[in-house]
């Protein structure tokens, strides 16, 4: 058994696992775009000007910010 096929069986009721942070963005933005998701979740590389690759590095970078883009995620894929 490999390492990732232990993660599987470490984490088997967590629902962001396996999910990558640039799809969990990229469904957000689709669905909300940039100005809605900034208004949700009042960060400043989602209001201003902002792009993937600087919210990627802002939320690998800052736990509490991305706590708040997964419960959004989550909560959008529960709708």
Known sequence: MDDSEKDIENQPNNPLHGVKLLDILKALVDVYGWEELGNRINIRCFTHDPSMGS?????????????????????????
């Open 55 to 79: 919210s990627l590095k802002f939320l690998r970078r800052t736990p509490w910010a991305r706590n708040k883009v997964e419960k959004l995620y989550l909560d959008l894929m529960r709708k």
